[in-house]
């Protein structure tokens, strides 16, 4: 009897293991699903239960280098250019706006250090930041310093700076959808803290305060606006309840602080008053994976 030969079938990969099929348009929910498991995963896992996340600017630098790029300038002499003295003025205001990362550094480190005192079992109030530079470092430096845990949600760009070195192993993601990672800002906060910033910082702050305005969020939120100098020339609110875009109340949802002693007080009174117990069931039996609604 003559033999059917039949050509050799490669083995094909499971679904879940083909990276072509992973990476494609077909299988982008599953993507999704992924930045929502895996980090909710990691944060049950080190027993995180809630954050206070500080927002700012990528672009400030610590006193310590803002001081060093100065000196650099100056002693290029021999370029007195329009060109040198426009950098040797940025550079100054540089300075100036570094006290922000110094202070941002100091209330990460003084709430890392209250957080670790509580009698509680589980991890909170834990720093978290953007991952990146400027206001995100001073913020994961100041936990860091403190001994405590502290979280960076970094995305991913191909024009961005990676994460800083300040985040504890195994607390820094890396998300390629922006709404995925907005949903963990949000998602286990107590509070945020807005330092001076830009587009990002107040895109960030815009829709923490849209949802909390709407009550989508289903825990009580502290938002403090940290430097009245810097916010009080970028935007005024009060128009928006003079023409009722919004309601005299909603003015209420920001708190405006100028200094680190006076951040702390405020976020220790609020966390104290509001989160100092779980709130929800659902808190006690997963840290990590707070209730929202919807």
Not at 65 to 87: F, I, M, N, Y
Not at 190 to 212: N, Q, R
Request: hydrophobic share 40%; net charge positive.
């Amino acid at each position: 009897m003559e033999m059917i030969h039949f050509p050799d079938m490669a083995k094909q990969p499971l679904a879940y293991h083909d990276e072509d099929f992973l990476e494609s348009t077909d299988a982008r929910p599953i993507r999704l699903l992924a930045e929502y498991l895996e980090p909710a995963r990691r944060f049950r896992l080190e027993n995180i239960q809630d954050t206070v996340v500080f927002f700012g600017s990528a672009r400030v630098h610590s006193r310590e280098a803002a001081e060093q790029a100065l000196q650099v300038l100056q002693k290029k002499r021999g370029r007195r250019t329009a060109e040198h003295a426009r950098l040797l003025k940025r550079s100054r205001k540089a300075i100036k706006w570094s006290r922000y990362y110094e202070e941002a550094r100091e209330l990460a480190n003084r709430l890392t250090k209250w957080s670790l005192s509580l009698e509680d079992p589980h991890r909170r109030f834990v720093v978290t930041s953007g991952g990146g530079p400027g206001i995100m470092e001073a913020a994961n430096r100041g936990a860091f310093e403190a001994g405590g845990k502290t979280i960076g949600l970094n995305i991913r760009l191909p024009f961005e700076q990676g994460p800083n070195r300040y985040i504890t192993k195994g607390l820094q993601f890396e998300f390629h959808y922006f709404f995925m990672r907005k949903f963990w800002f949000a998602y286990l906060a107590k509070a945020l803290v807005i330092f001076p910033g830009g587009f990002g910082t107040l895109d960030e702050m815009f829709e923490i305060l849209t949802l909390s305005q709407t009550h989508k969020l289903s825990k009580k939120l502290l938002v403090i606006l940290y430097g009245s100098e810097y916010w009080n020339e970028v935007f005024d609110l009060r128009p928006l309840a003079d023409w009722g875009a919004i309601n005299e109340s909603d003015l209420d949802l920001l708190c405006r602080v100028d200094s680190a002693d006076e951040a702390f007080e405020e976020l220790k009174k609020f966390l104290e008053t509001h989160h100092m117990v779980p709130q929800t069931a659902q808190e006690q039996k997963a840290p990590g994976i707070a209730k929202t609604r919807g």
